[in-house]
């Protein structure tokens, strides 16, 4: 599969867990307390989210069906990018100062595992997949 495909497949999964996370069920009682916390609750009922959070990974769906489309990044480029950028996240999610992004975005509990879900297939395609010559990204 091509990293256009995949960067369109990312997109996608992006765009539906941000809408998705706009209809959350209530946060937990042991919830850790966030400075933004409208529509603080959990995706899926599993996974840590606030508005802030839904705007990331909104942000992240229009990068992933614009670089499928070659427009503002390569898709190459933009798997590093969220490779990296959920790789911190990760290290954050399990650093507990950082736990809430300083109040901002929770990154506590399911939310580092799902992040690692995204960053392992991202750091593939964005470092180490090789597509034919001609179709590379």
């Not at 606030?50 to 499928?68: P, Q, S």
């Not at 969220?82 to 290290?91: H, K």
């Not at 300083?102 to 879900?117: A, E, K, M, S």
Request: proline share 8%; hydrophobic share 55%; aromatic share 10%.
């Amino acid at each position: 599969m091509s990293t256009a495909t995949m960067a369109l497949v990312f997109g996608v999964v992006f765009l539906i867990g941000a809408i998705s996370g706009f209809f959350p069920s209530p946060p937990p009682a042991d919830a850790l307390p966030l400075r933004v916390d409208h529509g603080h609750g959990l995706a899926l009922g599993l996974l840590p989210i606030n508005t802030l959070h839904n705007i990331v990974h909104l942000t992240f769906g229009i990068l992933g069906l614009a670089a499928a489309r070659g427009a503002l990044m390569t898709p190459t480029s933009y798997f590093q990018l969220v490779a990296v950028a959920y790789t911190v996240l990760i290290i954050m999610g399990l650093t507990p100062a950082t736990q809430t992004t300083f109040g901002l975005v929770p990154l506590y509990g399911n939310d580092v595992w799902f992040h690692l879900l995204l960053a392992a297939p991202a750091a593939y395609f964005g470092f180490l997949a090789s597509e034919p010559i001609g179709r590379r990204s």
